[in-house]
């Protein structure tokens, strides 16, 4: 039940969110924009820790309530990186929340590979220090020799931080 709703409150945002963005299919020189890049995101505070939906995993059963906050009350109250919005999301209290220091620690990242580019489910999280990630919902880490990811991953070739883990859905 707690997976529906979330999914529907997710929803909901985003079709919220999207009045406020030119949305359209791409057509001979016009690119399109979607609600889903990274300049146009909500800001996720998940237990009072700021991120965003592209640097996060979690698992919708763990979640205990979602507010959703517009406008210029969300800057207000956050900071000029929540003009797109923010979901304000809390977790059951049993659930781990891994930020990018506490990440290193429990997976014993070495000092050298903290420096690594960090892929998530295949995607680059560019703003590393926004990582939030629910423990339960990891499945594997790896430090890649080769990243072997095209799209949408845009690194140069070389080692990276790889991190498998759920995906909502």
């Known amino acids: 039940m707690k997976k529906i709703l979330f999914l529907v409150v997710l929803s909901f945002t985003q ?46 059963n763990n979640i205990e309530s979602i507010t959703v906050i517009k406008g210029e009350k969300a800057v207000n109250l956050h900071g000029e990186k929540a003009k797109n919005g923010v979901l304000e999301i809390t977790f059951k209290p049993n659930t781990v929340l891994l930020n990018l220091q506490n990440f290193y620690s429990e997976y014993n990242i070495s ?15 560019d703003e590393k220090e926004y990582l939030l990630l629910d423990k339960s919902a990891i499945t594997s880490v790896k430090i890649l020799d080769e990243q072997p990811f095209v799209e949408p991953v845009l690194l140069p070739k070389g080692k990276a931080i790889y991190i498998e883990a759920m995906e909502m859905k």
């Open 111 to 125: 000092k050298a590979d903290q420096f690594l580019p960090i892929v998530l489910n295949k995607h680059f999280v």
């Open 15 to 60: 079709m919220s969110f999207a009045q406020n963005f030119d949305i359209r299919t791409s057509s001979s020189n016009q690119t399109s924009k979607s609600i889903y890049s990274k300049q146009d995101a909500p800001l996720v505070v998940a237990n009072g820790q700021k991120t965003f939906f592209y640097a996060t995993a979690f698992i919708p």
